[in-house]
C-alpha cells in the first residue's frame, strides 16, 4: 500500500507542471508504461489528473481545489445548513453533514433536534467509509480500482452489525447507487439508524453526503423508511442545485 502511495505521488508530482504525454510520465517516475497507465486511470477516476488533448495529463479538479479546502468547506456547510434545519424540522432528528477524508467520513456539521433523548454531536468526528451510510454514498461511486483497494483491507467491526465482508459490501454499494440512498443500522454505534444521500458538484461528482440519524428504538419511525429516505434525498438535491447554480 505504502509503494503506491509513494508512486501515485510521484506521478502527481510528475504532471503538475503541466499536460504531459503518458510516455514523459513514464519516464520521470522510472516506471513501466503499463504501471503508470493504470495509477493515472485510478488518479483520473478520482478527479486527482484530468486527461487533456487526447493523451496529455495535468493535475485535476479535485486537487487543483485543495488550495482551498477550508473555504470550500465553509461554503459547503453554509449551503447545506438551511436543508438541515428544513430535515430537521420535518422529521424531528438530528441532520448532518459529512466529507470525504481518505478512507474515512469527516462530519462537518449538524443541527440537532429538540428530542429530550438526543443522539451525541458527531461534528469533528471521522469514520469509516464502510460502517455509516454517509461512508456508502461516497464509496458507492468509487472507481473500482479505488473501491477494490479500500476492501482489500483490514475492515474495522464498531458492532454486531457492521458489515465487513467485502462482497457483502460489494452488494450493499450496488444498492445503494440503484435506490439513491443508504440506511445504516446500529453499524457504526449500538442504538442508533441513520439514512444518508449524496450531494453532487456542478459536474455530477460526489463530494459530499446529507445524513438524518436518530435513537433506532424511534428512527425511522414504523412503516416511514421511504417516506424518511425521500425526504433526505430531496434535502441532499437541493444542496447540490446550489452547488451547481455556484
Same mark, same amino acid.
Given at each position: 500500500?505504502?509503494?503506491?502511495?509513494?508512486?501515485?505521488?510521484?506521478?502527481?508530482?510528475?504532471?503538475?507542471?503541466? $499536460?504531459?504525454? +503518458?510516455?514523459?510520465?513514464? /519516464?520521470?517516475?522510472?516506471?513501466?508504461?503499463?504501471?503508470?497507465?493504470?495509477? +493515472?486511470?485510478?488518479?483520473?477516476?478520482?478527479?486527482?489528473?484530468? /486527461?487533456?488533448?487526447?493523451?496529455?495529463?495535468?493535475?485535476?479538479?479535485?486537487?487543483?481545489?485543495?488550495?482551498?479546502?477550508?473555504?470550500?468547506?465553509?461554503?459547503?456547510?453554509?449551503?447545506?445548513?438551511?436543508? +438541515?434545519?428544513?430535515?430537521?424540522?420535518?422529521?424531528?432528528?438530528?441532520?448532518?453533514?459529512?466529507? $470525504?477524508?481518505?478512507?474515512?467520513?469527516?462530519?462537518?456539521?449538524?443541527?440537532?433536534?429538540?428530542?429530550?433523548?438526543?443522539?451525541?454531536?458527531?461534528?469533528?468526528?471521522?469514520?469509516?467509509?464502510?460502517?455509516? $451510510?454517509?461512508? +456508502?454514498?461516497?464509496?458507492?461511486?468509487?472507481?473500482?480500482?479505488?473501491?477494490?483497494?479500500?476492501?482489500?483491507?483490514?475492515?474495522?467491526?464498531?458492532?454486531? &452489525?457492521?458489515?465487513?465482508?467485502?462482497?457483502?459490501?460489494?452488494?450493499?454499494?450496488?444498492?445503494?447507487?440503484?435506490?439513491?440512498?443508504?440506511?445504516?443500522?446500529?453499524?457504526?454505534?449500538?442504538?442508533?439508524?441513520?439514512?444518508?444521500?449524496?450531494?453532487?458538484?456542478? /459536474?455530477?461528482?460526489?463530494?459530499?453526503?446529507?445524513?438524518? &440519524?436518530?435513537?433506532?428504538?424511534?428512527?425511522?419511525?414504523?412503516?416511514?423508511?421511504? /417516506?424518511?429516505?425521500?425526504?433526505?434525498?430531496?434535502?441532499?438535491?437541493?444542496?447540490?442545485?446550489?452547488?451547481?447554480?455556484?
Amino acid at each position: 500500500m505504502a509503494q503506491a502511495v509513494e508512486r501515485a505521488f510521484a506521478i502527481l508530482d510528475a504532471v503538475a507542471g503541466g $499536460p504531459v504525454a +503518458l510516455s514523459e510520465v513514464a /519516464r520521470r517516475v522510472e516506471l513501466p508504461k503499463s504501471t503508470v497507465a493504470r495509477l +493515472l486511470g485510478t488518479l483520473e477516476g478520482l478527479g486527482a489528473v484530468e /486527461r487533456v488533448a487526447g493523451a496529455r495529463y495535468r493535475i485535476g479538479p479535485s486537487l487543483a481545489e485543495l488550495g482551498g479546502v477550508g473555504g470550500a468547506e465553509r461554503s459547503l456547510v453554509s449551503v447545506a445548513r438551511p436543508q +438541515l434545519a428544513l430535515l430537521v424540522r420535518s422529521l424531528g432528528e438530528d441532520a448532518g453533514l459529512a466529507l $470525504p477524508d481518505g478512507y474515512a467520513v469527516h462530519y462537518v456539521a449538524q443541527v440537532e433536534s429538540d428530542h429530550a433523548v438526543q443522539v451525541r454531536d458527531w461534528t469533528g468526528t471521522r469514520a469509516p467509509m464502510h460502517a455509516v $451510510p454517509s461512508g +456508502l454514498v461516497l464509496l458507492a461511486e468509487w472507481p473500482e480500482e479505488a473501491l477494490a483497494g479500500y476492501l482489500a483491507r483490514p475492515l474495522e467491526r464498531l458492532t454486531a &452489525h457492521t458489515v465487513v465482508d467485502p462482497e457483502r459490501l460489494r452488494r450493499r454499494l450496488a444498492e445503494v447507487r440503484d435506490q439513491g440512498v443508504a440506511w445504516g443500522r446500529e453499524e457504526y454505534a449500538e442504538g442508533i439508524a441513520s439514512v444518508a444521500a449524496p450531494v453532487r458538484d456542478r /459536474r455530477g461528482k460526489t463530494v459530499a453526503a446529507l445524513h438524518v &440519524h436518530g435513537p433506532a428504538y424511534r428512527f425511522p419511525p414504523p412503516g416511514q423508511d421511504d /417516506r424518511v429516505a425521500a425526504g433526505v434525498a430531496a434535502a441532499a438535491a437541493a444542496v447540490s442545485a446550489r452547488l451547481a447554480g455556484a
